[in-house]
T-cell receptor, first 114, second 113 residues
């Protein structure tokens, strides 16, 4: 099956710093990538949808200036959490898909902001 | 907006018992997918249902898609300890074959040996 990687798998940072998370589709070209956030024992909340070469579409309530998404190629999307605060601590998961296909999820990145 | 409700939130069973989780959408779905997330892991795709009334089986797992394409269920026969995890349904809005998925809240399954 299709493989999606995420880097880093976990990160601890100080409040006020920015953190970049990479999402890569390893064996297929993903026209669309999705970024989710998951709190402990809760469901996945879609943050934004990104299409290669265009601006990301953010879900209601998600600050686009705080969560910067770049989808520079068909195999790479990045999420940058700017000026992170403790309330941004969460499990961030990306998924990649092609039109009409399944979403393949990355292993997730656990962010802890001190 | 589209809402996907999933019940129950938690289910504790003895090994060998059956388990069912139900998913209901506020709107007609184009398709529905099911995922399993082990503790500490990420969601893993199980199956996609597209047709009205569709039933698919994977060994001990049976997936159903309602006639109105607004509800779905996942049934596990004779649970095993390896079935432990959170099961999520995720629906795509009707009229689209791709695009964002709306996830249900998930059902956390615990299996006691």
């Amino acid at each position: 099956g299709a493989v999606v990687s995420q880097h880093p798998s976990w990160v601890i940072c100080k409040s006020g710093t920015s953190v970049k998370i990479e999402c890569r589709s390893l064996d297929f070209q993903a026209t669309t990538m999705f970024w989710y956030r998951q709190f402990p024992k809760q469901s996945l909340m879609l943050m934004a949808t990104s299409n290669e070469g265009s601006k990301a579409t953010y879900e209601q309530g998600v600050e686009k200036d705080k969560f910067l998404i770049n989808h520079a190629s068909l195999t790479l999307s990045t999420l940058t959490v700017t000026s992170a605060h403790p309330e941004d601590s969460s499990f961030y998961i990306c998924s990649a898909s092609t039109p009409g296909d399944t979403q393949y999820f990355g292993p997730g990145t656990r962010l802890t902001v001190l | 907006g589209q809402q996907v409700m999933q019940i129950p939130q938690y289910q504790h069973v003895q090994e060998g018992e059956d388990f069912t989780t139900y998913c209901n959408s506020s709107t007609t779905l184009s398709n529905i997918q099911w995922y399993k997330q082990r503790p500490g892991g990420h969601p893993v795709f199980l199956i996609q249902l597209v047709k009205s009334g569709e039933v698919k089986k994977q060994k001990r797992l049976t997936f159903q898609f309602g006639e109105a394409k607004k509800n779905s269920s996942l049934h596990i026969t004779a649970t095993q300890t390896t079935d432990v995890g959170t099961y999520f349904c995720a629906g795509r809005a009707g009229g689209t074959s791709y695009g964002k998925l709306t996830f249900g809240q998930g059902t956390i399954l615990t299996v006691h040996p």
